[in-house]
């Protein structure tokens, strides 16, 4: 090809590049943006209408983002519901323009639309759609944009996504709070006596009715459903105090929040259960507040906890690495030891057979972590509790000796069995749940591996093989003969 040749080749390239950049181009944004409900920005939105069957509701946006309620009444709103309202607009497409709908908007239902939204801009511009009845066929709906303009066919999601009312978009958070700034938590109405929970530096502990050890994961897990709490129903007309209905005038339970840094308070007051029983629900209130919430009857069993439900019941506290041999005697005589060597763990007098150390590493975990389900007496092991001729006697070994001692013992049947286990020397005796002691329960046999096989032997195993004419096809085959 001449050198001319490729200049003008690339020239016409150049034209035609610059015919769809200038022209192609410009026309594909405009049909795209013709394709589209509304056109806008959704950052750019600071105030939404809301109007439907269900009520009108006006929202706007605070400089940090979050949006209020402010009509008709002032109420924080839930992000979440505006977010889905705004980008269900913004993503809503037009399926079709009806050219042939006439100068009557009414037979689509848009003489007097079932629904319509109005956004404001920042830059004080609006965007606004107008939405009628279905469309007969499939799942679309009849729409405007603004007050006037062609009758536009658009999803029915979208017209269903705007028909809210007060209820869907207010903020159903009962109780608003960060983990972090909670610096005590006291509970009434359960015990004759408050439980008081205090936090210093990272470490719970009980303050009251007696000085203890605070379980720091129960605490956590209470302040978790304290935070997740959702409201389903609201009333807004309770009075002050409210009405001796909701039982909230005194509260059933109280749960108190001191929150730093400036120990501000947050009051939870749990009340009565609501006039429809199959719903399970019950009255709520914070305090500062004077909304009343109708939230799910699990929130009672949620606040309505104990002193002892926070004690640590830890059975013997220690530092697994600390670990270099675990000693266990049990009544049956399947006693073994547990040898940690060179960072691997041994079974003593095993021989050459091969240990399960993931098994020895569990067990040392489950001690470490073997938690009472309820406290049975802090003064001693009572002669019923059977600690005096244990079940089992687990000794856990460091490298300057013994590092502590925990007795199980095991007593009754079914329903009337109890188990307990203490430390050797404490005063604290703990019931322990079965499933929890079944993870404890170790024989010696648990820690060895089956013996490899010798060379060209196949391994034991409890399946029957076709070699040993154990076919349960060919015994039938057997039995007919």
Do not use: C
């Amino acid at each position: 090809m001449s050198f001319r040749n490729t200049i003008v080749l690339a020239v016409l390239v150049a034209l035609f590049g610059g015919y769809l950049y200038y022209v192609e181009r410009p026309a594909i944004e405009r049909e795209a943006e013709a394709g589209k409900l509304l056109d806008f920005d959704v950052d750019a939105v600071t105030r939404i209408e809301l109007e439907s069957s269900k009520g009108k509701i006006d929202l706007a946006k605070a400089a940090d983002g979050t949006w209020t309620v402010t009509s008709p009444r002032q109420t924080a709103a839930d992000a979440v519901t505006v977010d889905a309202v705004l980008a269900s607009l913004e993503d809503a497409q037009v399926a079709k323009t009806l050219d042939d709908t006439g100068a009557n908007p009414a037979p689509f239902g848009l003489a007097q639309p079932e629904a319509s939204v109005v956004l404001t801009l920042a830059d004080g511009s609006t965007r606004k759609a107008a939405f009628g009845k279905k469309a007969p066929i499939g799942s679309s709906a009849y729409a405007r944009r603004g007050d006037q303009g062609d009758v536009l066919l658009v999803p029915d999601v979208v017209r269903a996504g705007v028909q809210k009312e007060l209820n869907d978009v207010r903020d159903k958070t009962v109780l608003a709070f960060s983990d972090a700034d909670v610096k005590q938590i006291t509970i009434t109405g359960v015990e004759r006596e408050p439980t008081v929970l205090k936090k210093e530096g990272n470490e719970w502990s009980l303050a009251a009715p007696q000085p203890a050890k605070a379980d720091a994961a129960q605490v956590r897990s209470l302040l978790a459903s304290l935070r997740a709490l959702r409201a389903t129903g609201f009333v807004d007309d309770a009075g002050s105090p409210p009405d001796p209905k909701y039982h909230l005038a005194p509260a059933r339970v109280t749960v108190d929040l001191v929150l730093g840094p400036d120990d501000s308070r947050r009051s939870l007051l749990v009340g009565g259960a609501t006039e429809e029983p199959a719903k399970k629900e019950i009255y709520a209130q914070t305090v500062p507040g004077d909304t009343v919430y109708v939230v799910g009857s699990h929130l009672y069993s949620m606040a309505a906890k104990r002193a002892m439900d926070f004690r640590d019941k830890t059975v013997l506290a220690f530092d697994k690495d600390a670990v270099t041999g675990v000693v266990v005697e049990r009544s049956d005589g399947a006693g073994f030891t547990l040898e940690k060597k060179d960072g691997k763990w041994t079974v003593a007098d095993a021989g050459d057979a091969a240990v399960k150390e993931f098994v020895a590493s569990r067990l040392v975990d489950d001690l470490r972590e073997l938690k009472g389900t309820d406290i049975a007496s802090e003064t001693g092991a009572l002669p019923e509790f059977g600690l005096d001729d244990p079940t089992e006697t687990i000794t856990l070994q460091g490298s300057g000796g013994a590092l502590g001692s925990i007795r199980i013992a095991v007593r009754g049947e079914g329903a009337e069995k109890r188990i307990h286990a203490a430390a050797d020397g404490a005063q604290t005796v703990y019931l322990l749940q079965d499933y929890v002691f079944q993870r404890v329960d170790k024989k010696r046999a648990d820690f060895l591996a089956a013996p490899a096989p010798p060379a060209g032997q196949q391994p034991i195993t409890d399946e029957p093989s076709e070699e040993d004419g154990d076919d349960p096809e060919d015994e039938e085959e057997d039995a007919e003969r």
